[in-house]
């Protein structure tokens, strides 16, 4: 009850389950103010023959989503992947290294240069398969330009070890290498998580979050959102 006998008639949250480990994507899904329990997964994140970028994004995402999905539970997925847009196949896909030797070749391919960064968001509801009615997708693309890095800064970042874990071998967010010369697209999408389509997907799913997500979401970006309003 609120006030002087007022029923709170606000819809009960679900549960949430976030099937990753990522600490970005439990950081940007705080934002929106919601309790949520972290089980990461661990897939073959392999591309298959022939699979393009906005496919693979989706499909990862939805696999994962599919592996830790639980009875009563709204299990959250993402992917993400970073795309050189004039080499062709599995070549141009640049996902996470596998060690700073990798990490160092990835940057010095993106200096100074545009490529494209696809994150997919996959939300499944209730549990069990992920049939078209309690399944919701998204995918965002983003357009990076990285700064021209010289060798010193490159091996300097990757010996820090912030590299290992992300797609592309670098942080967008990190506050002393500042890697990215120009952006255009959605700022929590290129760090792991598009907080908008979260909602968006949520909502299509008949979920309305308690949450005025927009300031606390650009509040801990320090960014100001082009693409919020487009994509709601």
Same mark, same amino acid.
């Given at each position: 009850?609120?006030? /002087?006998?007022?029923?709170? +008639?606000?819809?009960?949250?679900?549960?949430?389950?976030?099937?990753?480990?990522?600490? /970005?994507?439990?950081?940007?899904?705080?934002?929106?103010?919601?309790? %949520?329990?972290?089980?990461?997964?661990?897939?073959? +994140?392999?591309?298959?023959?022939? @699979?393009?970028?906005?496919?693979?994004?989706?499909?990862?995402?939805?696999?994962?989503?599919?592996? @830790?999905?639980?009875?009563?539970?709204?299990?959250?997925?993402?992917?993400?992947?970073?795309?050189?847009?004039?080499?062709?196949?599995?070549?141009?896909?640049?996902?996470?290294?596998?060690?700073? *030797?990798?990490?160092?070749?990835?940057?010095?391919?993106?200096?100074?240069?545009?490529?494209?960064?696809?994150?997919?968001?996959?939300?499944?509801?209730?549990?069990?398969?992920?049939?078209? *009615? /309690?399944?919701?997708?998204?995918? &965002?693309?983003?357009? =990076?330009?990285?700064?021209?890095?010289?060798?010193? &800064?490159?091996?300097?970042?990757?010996?820090?070890? &912030?590299?290992?874990?992300?797609?592309?071998?670098?942080?967008?967010?990190?506050?002393? %290498?500042?890697? =990215?010369?120009?952006?255009?697209?959605?700022?929590?999408?290129?760090?792991?998580?598009? =907080?908008?389509?979260?909602?968006?997907?949520?909502?299509?799913?008949?979920?309305?979050?308690?949450?005025?997500? %927009?300031?606390?979401? +650009?509040?801990?970006?320090?960014?100001?959102?082009?693409?919020?309003?487009?994509?709601?």
């Amino acid at each position: 009850m609120t006030g /002087r006998g007022r029923r709170d +008639e606000r819809p009960p949250q679900p549960q949430i389950v976030l099937a990753s480990g990522s600490p /970005r994507r439990r950081e940007l899904l705080a934002t929106l103010g919601l309790s %949520f329990a972290v089980r990461p997964v661990d897939l073959d +994140e392999t591309p298959r023959a022939g @699979e393009e970028p906005r496919a693979y994004v989706a499909r990862l995402a939805v696999e994962k989503a599919a592996a @830790e999905a639980r009875s009563g539970a709204l299990v959250l997925a993402a992917d993400t992947v970073v795309v050189l847009p004039e080499q062709s196949g599995a070549r141009g896909l640049l996902g996470k290294p596998s060690g700073p *030797a990798e990490a160092e070749a990835m940057l010095a391919r993106l200096v100074g240069r545009e490529h494209v960064v696809y994150t997919g968001v996959a939300l499944l509801a209730g549990g069990g398969a992920p049939d078209a *009615a /309690r399944r919701a997708v998204a995918i &965002e693309e983003s357009r =990076v330009r990285i700064a021209p890095l010289d060798a010193d &800064e490159i091996a300097w970042y990757v010996a820090t070890g &912030e590299p290992l874990d992300k797609a592309g071998a670098y942080a967008i967010q990190h506050p002393e %290498f500042q890697p =990215v010369a120009r952006m255009d697209g959605c700022f929590a999408s290129v760090m792991g998580l598009p =907080v908008c389509h979260v909602i968006l997907q949520m909502r299509k799913l008949d979920i309305q979050p308690n949450t005025e997500f %927009f300031k606390s979401c +650009e509040t801990v970006l320090e960014y100001n959102c082009p693409v919020s309003d487009k994509t709601l």
